[in-house]
């Protein structure tokens, strides 16, 4: 039996290919709203200070 577990994910980052980064991007947005997700914060620049 399964049942619903919320899951949180922590994701760094470093796209190196910005056009090709936005293709997939797409698919992950459907993916994540169909499921209920969202996003807590997202920073195009983050500075990464430990870890």
């Given amino acids: 039996m399964m049942t619903d577990v919320?899951?949180?994910m922590l994701v760094n980052l470093s796209?190196?290919?910005p056009a090709?980064?936005?293709t997939?991007?797409?698919g992950f947005f459907?993916?994540?709203k169909r499921d209920g997700?969202?996003?807590v914060?997202?920073?195009d620049a983050p500075d990464t200070l430990e870890g």
């Fill in 6 to 8: 919320p899951v949180y």
């Fill in 15 to 17: 796209i190196t290919d």
């Fill in 20 to 22: 090709e980064y936005r």
């Fill in 24 to 26: 997939h991007e797409k």
């Fill in 30 to 32: 459907g993916f994540l």
């Fill in 37 to 39: 997700g969202e996003f």
């Fill in 41 to 43: 914060t997202f920073d």
